[in-house]
């Protein structure tokens, strides 16, 4: 079965520092790659996704994520955190079997940005 | 607006007594999705409908059942036979089963269910 690992469970930064979370999946076909926000009380939100074409995604708020084939990865990155950033961050994986979709989460990063 | 809308909010059980979980979407999607959420384990899915009257099980399917007679409701019992119940459980959708990730998945709010 498919897997998704997220080594950073815990991160803390200060604000305007750069950001980057890893992502790691096993599986060798091909795969759909999101990453999901979850701010304090608040649902589950969609940040960016990877389909195909540019593996250099960019989504809301100033998030990126860039998807290396070679290394199954899918790190999300930003430049200058802000401290609104202090969320619980998902990366999910689908992959394309024609089984119909359902998505693997990570175990998740707690982040918090710090004044 | 449309969304999906998860009932209650909270929730204790009893030892021993099956919960339903409710869990309602206006949006028109043909998929649902059940997941259950605990500190450090992320998100694991339970079960999955792609379409009325047909569902399959997730990676922890014991001690769960589910239903989906219309399309617009996926209802999660958790039974007496779930040995660890207390969590967070989260509803989604999307647009169907085949491309729904494109636009990605559309969550609930979550229902927190405590075990007493």
């Known amino acids: 079965a498919q897997s998704v690992s997220q080594h950073n469970h815990h991160v803390i930064l200060s604000e305007a520092a750069s950001l980057e979370l890893g992502c790691n999946y096993s599986?060798?076909?091909?795969?759909?790659l999101f990453w999901y926000v979850q701010y304090p009380g608040q649902h589950l939100q969609l940040l960016l996704k990877?389909?195909?074409?540019?593996?250099l995604v960019k989504g809301i708020k100033g998030f990126e994520a860039e998807f290396i084939k070679s290394k199954f990865s899918f790190n999300l990155r930003k430049p200058s955190v802000q401290w609104s950033d202090t969320a619980e961050y998902f990366c999910?994986?689908?992959?394309?079997?024609?089984?119909?979709?359902?998505?693997?989460f990570g175990t998740g990063t707690q982040l918090k940005v710090e004044l | 607006d449309g969304g999906i809308t998860q009932s209650p909010k909270y929730l204790f059980r009893k030892e021993g007594q099956n919960v339903t979980l409710s869990c309602e979407q206006n949006?028109?999607?043909?998929?649902m999705y059940w997941y259950r959420q605990d500190p450090g384990q992320g998100l694991r899915l339970i079960y999955y409908?792609?379409?009325?009257?047909?569902?399959q099980k997730g990676d922890i399917a014991e001690g769960y059942s589910v239903s989906r007679e219309k399309k617009e409701s996926f209802p999660l019992t958790v039974t007496s036979a779930q040995k660890n119940p207390t969590a967070f459980y989260l509803c989604a959708s999307s647009i169907d089963g085949g491309t729904g990730t494109y636009y990605g998945y559309t969550f609930g709010s979550g229902t927190r269910l405590t075990v007493v």
């Open positions: 999910a994986v689908n992959i394309l079997t024609g089984g119909g979709n359902k998505l693997t």
């Open positions: 990877y389909f195909s074409g540019d593996p």
């Open positions: 949006l028109n999607h043909d998929a």
């Open positions: 599986y060798g076909g091909t795969v759909n």
């Open positions: 409908s792609q379409i009325v009257n047909d569902f």
